[in-house]
């Protein structure tokens, strides 16, 4: 056992830095593959078995999910920066600690988020504007997925903590295993038991809670330094500080970039269930997209901050700049793809004529600019690595936020209020993010390129 966890952690400080970047990425890519299985299975199946109101609800309720869930993976981020450091600096007694608090916060967030998440569902329903043909079935939906958030959050920190010792593979095989239980419980709750929405929604966090099972027993009988001991689980406050100066900035930036969305979310609702459908069809293909970027702002974090804790600031610079060429690369590969197959694509979620319609038009629209989001998410993930969050959250709330809304603004009631200049607000809030990014980090460390090597 103990030889086989020292080949699932991987040590990044040394070696080729392209090929461990790819070697950590592919099994995040598979493992944010069947992450993603979790909600798009939802929508296949209620948008073939329920009907179009029904997909329209799990499109309408991702804005309001992704409020909860991106803060956390926020607070996990920075927890996952803290963890490499100390296993990169070679430190057992604070990576132990660092673990023990990462799992004591978790738990507190669970039942935070719990609570916040049901009291929510309603009046953010409301302030979305959502039809009433959609309404019952939203607020069914995000109730029971609220009630049982806590086995993904638990899933997430436990592969996150995973991920930061280099460890993508045994997270990749829980997910794969609890992601074909979520199908087959969709088909069985939807199919046989004439469950509807419902039936989907707990099919899904039973699969989370079992995820969650699977990484919980795998940290606690490991006997490597990141082993979960759960009498010394406890909050250490100097390093739950490193944590939130972190984590609390892309936590923040994320809640409010998906706050922003919901207002995204409620022009698109302006159009009718169909247009709704088909928005929500987009979403489900455009996180396929994301796969590359996020999979390897994943790998950047961890590479930076494991080689910041050995010191090896060279290879910090040189691992950032691979990332990002290495992430444009698959993207690209994956937009033309979805370019040429958008209407096919989109036929996977609905029959339906019009869903079809405009799920190939925001698809179309917008799938090229994605290249600009890929150098936003992985220089986000170098800088987080360095220790630098706040400069990212500042630039993309920026973008994602402000300069999205004042096209919208300014787009809807003095240009052209239709369906493909409001899903066109993504891809202006990229470019401007990217332009953005791109400076700061040339004048923020850019120029210590030489000094720091």
Known sequence: ??????????????????????QFAVPLIIGNLFQMMYNTVDSLVVGNFVGKEALAAVGATTMIVNMLVFFFNGVSIGAGVVISRYYGARDPERLHASVETTIFVTFVCGVLFTIIGILMVHPMLVFMSTPDDVMEAATVYLRIYFAGIMGL???????????????????????????????VLDLLFV????????????????????????????????????????????CDDSILKQIFLIGLPAGIQ???????????????????????????????????IMLPMQSMAQAATTFVGQNMGAGKHDRVNRGTVYTIVLTVGFTALIAAFLFVFAAPATGLFSSDADVIRYGALFLQTNVFFMLFNCVNHTLAGGLRGRGDSTGPMVIMLLNFVAVRQIYLFVMTRFISNTEKMVGFSYPVGWTACCIMEVTYFYLRWGRKKKSLA
């Open 1 to 22: 056992m103990h030889t086989r966890e020292k080949v699932s952690a991987k040590d990044m400080t040394t070696g080729n830095i392209a090929l461990l970047l790819i």
């Open 153 to 183: 959050l638990v899933y997430n920190m436990g592969s996150g903590i995973l991920r930061a010792v280099g460890d993508t593979q045994r997270p990749l095989l829980f997910l794969i295993f609890t992601s074909v239980v979520n199908a």
């Open 191 to 234: 199919i046989v038991f004439h469950a509807g929405i419902a039936g989907v929604a707990y099919a899904t966090i039973i699969a989370q809670f079992i995820s969650a099972v699977m990484i919980l027993v795998l940290l606690t009988r490991t006997r490597e330094t990141y082993r979960l001991t759960w009498r010394d689980l406890k």
């Open 254 to 288: 994320s809640v409010i970039t998906a706050f922003s969305n919901v207002f995204v979310q409620s022009y698109i609702n302006s159009f009718g269930s169909a247009c709704m459908a088909g928005w929500s069809c987009y979403n489900k293909l455009d996180t396929f």
